[in-house]
């Protein structure tokens, strides 16, 4: 097992900054979902701790080994790195044996101990019987399976998954990033997978880091970062949440669900302007009247089976946005309905 550490690196490609002054540290063996939108600099860091992208500053340690820095990167092949890419990247005019076998070729292993390790990947990953096949035999999640093999068959130090479930289907891929979980956890690989999906991260990770144009501006546990969002941007990032205006002052933190929002709100002296995050599931609906919970006009439902996501317009408010409830199954209103909500869940608070 090996950990990782990237201390304040830096890429520029061009003249165009990509990462800017990113730190992270990562244990050894643990799962770390890298989490942030298109253009924001994922792919780049995964390429950049493979040595395959050179950095402008900063450094990065597998365990002990200074890999990077500004005098010295050691080039890819002598990093030890698994690297699986978006789609496999699975040589067509190989194969499946002959792939996950590939990066053996170059090592001191006889023959004999490379057809060992293939034949270990490929019960790892239950594909014994396709050693022969080529890879346009294979469907997307077998092909995802093969090129998880060749990473591992050469016992990496550290695995880099780069959206790799992307081509499949949502059952499918629901499916295979559970199996790669488990299968990476159980040979205590240390590994990073950069996605722009949140659930995929939260489901998959023992760490979640979230990035945003080119910086890492939380990580923790999934748990941490979904409740404990250190800013609003974060914590819509990470699931569904309602961003709602609120102030702070001598009454405390008064918002659209407080029950003295549109009373005393402008009363409040020297108030703090901001917002406040709600996650949907932290609402609760009822059907009779409830000490200080707020009177609500159904105005759409969406059933998913196991829940429902339900908007709401607040009576006698001077908000006028719809509140979302998360709630679960089965589902006892319906639109049209009037009910009565309350905030049941933390309080956090984003000044402006």
């Keep these: 097992m090996t950990s990782l550490e990237v201390t304040d690196l830096s890429v520029t490609i061009g003249s165009t900054p990509i990462l800017k002054n990113l730190s992270i540290t990562l244990g050894a063996g643990s ?9 924001c600099g994922k792919t780049t860091l995964l390429r950049t701790i493979a040595g395959l992208i050179p950095p402008s500053a900063g450094t990065i340690r597998f365990g002990k080994q200074l890999v990077s820095v500004s005098s010295l990167v050691l080039p890819p092949h002598k990093r030890k790195i698994g690297y699986v890419p978006q789609e496999g990247g699975l040589f067509p005019h190989l194969s499946v044996g002959e792939n996950i076998g590939f990066a053996l070729n170059k090592s001191d292993l006889t023959k004999d101990q490379r057809r060992i390790i293939v034949a270990e990947m490929l019960e790892l990953i239950g594909l014994t019987k396709f050693i022969d096949r080529s890879p346009h035999e294979l469907s997307g999640g077998q092909q995802t ?7 591992l068959a050469i016992e990496p130090k550290i695995v880099l998954l ?16 559970e199996e790669v979980s ?39 546990s999934p748990a941490e970062v979904y409740l404990q969002p250190l800013t609003a941007e974060v914590a819509i990032s990470t699931g569904d949440a ?19 929002y549109s009373k005393t709100r402008s009363s409040q002296e020297k108030s703090e302007q901001g917002s406040i995050v709600i996650r ?26 196991h829940d429902a996501m339900v908007e ?41």
């Design 31 to 39: 799962f770390t979902a890298i989490l942030g939108p298109s253009g």
């Design 280 to 305: 949907p599931e932290e609402i609760k609906i009822s059907m009779k009247k409830e000490s200080s919970a707020i009177a609500s006009l159904i105005t759409r439902l969406d059933y998913y089976g």
């Design 145 to 151: 399976r093969v090129a998880l093999a060749r990473a």
């Design 162 to 177: 780069d959206e790799p479930f992307s081509a499949l289907d949502a059952q499918l891929r629901n499916e295979l990033r």
């Design 182 to 220: 488990l299968l990476l956890k159980r040979r205590a690989t240390t590994a990073i997978m950069v996605t722009h999906d949140r659930e995929e991260a939260l489901v998959s990770a023992d760490i979640v880091a979230l990035m945003r144009d080119g910086e890492i501006v939380q990580y923790g």
């Design 312 to 352: 709401l317009n607040l009576e006698k408010s001077d908000f006028l946005g719809a509140i979302r409830v998360r709630i679960p199954g089965p589902v006892h209103c319906s639109v049209g309905d009037r009910v009565f909500i309350s905030h049941v869940g933390p309080i956090r608070f984003f000044p402006e």
């Design 242 to 260: 309602l961003l709602l205006p609120a102030t702070r002052g001598k009454n405390g933190i008064l918002h659209p669900l407080h029950a003295q």
